[in-house]
C-alpha cells in the first residue's frame, strides 16, 4: 500500500508540479476569492464551485498547462453551478397551470397567460 501511495504521489507531482508550490498558488486564489466583496453573499454550492476551479487554476500554473482533464474539470464545475442557477431560476419564474383547453399539465411563466386558455397563471 505504501508502494501505491509513492507511485500516486510520484505521479501528481510529474502531472501537477511539487505540492507545497501549488499550496502556496491555490491558498492565495483562495485568500483572493474570500476577500471580494460577494463571497459571503454566494450560496455554498458557488463557493466549492469557486474553490474547486482555483485548485484546478493552481495545478496548471503549477504543472502541466496541457493537460485537457484539468481544463474540463473547470468546465465542469462551472457547468454544476450554472444548470443549478437556472434551475432555481425555473423554480422562481415557472408556475404549473392546468390548462382546461389542452386538459393537461404545463409550465407557464408566473404573470403570463397561457398559450391555449389565455388564462394569466400567478
Known amino acids: 500500500m505504501v508502494d501505491d501511495i509513492e ?3 510520484k505521479e501528481r507531482a510529474q502531472r501537477y508540479g511539487d505540492f507545497p508550490t501549488h499550496a502556496t498558488i491555490t491558498q492565495n486564489i483562495k485568500r483572493a ?3 471580494s466583496p460577494n463571497w459571503h453573499n454566494m450560496s455554498d454550492d458557488k ?3 469557486l474553490e ?3 485548485h484546478k487554476i493552481g495545478r496548471i500554473l503549477n ?3 496541457e493537460y485537457h482533464d484539468s481544463w474540463l474539470d473547470i468546465a465542469g464545475y462551472a457547468k454544476l453551478v450554472a444548470d443549478e442557477i ?3 431560476e425555473s423554480e422562481e419564474t415557472m408556475a404549473p397551470h392546468r390548462c382546461h383547453v389542452e386538459k393537461s399539465w404545463t409550465q407557464v411563466k408566473k404573470g403570463e397567460q397561457c398559450n391555449w386558455c389565455a388564462r394569466v397563471v400567478q
Open 7 to 9: 507511485t500516486t504521489l
Open 33 to 35: 476569492l474570500r476577500l
Open 47 to 49: 463557493q466549492e464551485c
Open 52 to 54: 474547486m476551479v482555483a
Open 63 to 65: 504543472g502541466d498547462p
Open 86 to 88: 437556472l434551475r432555481t
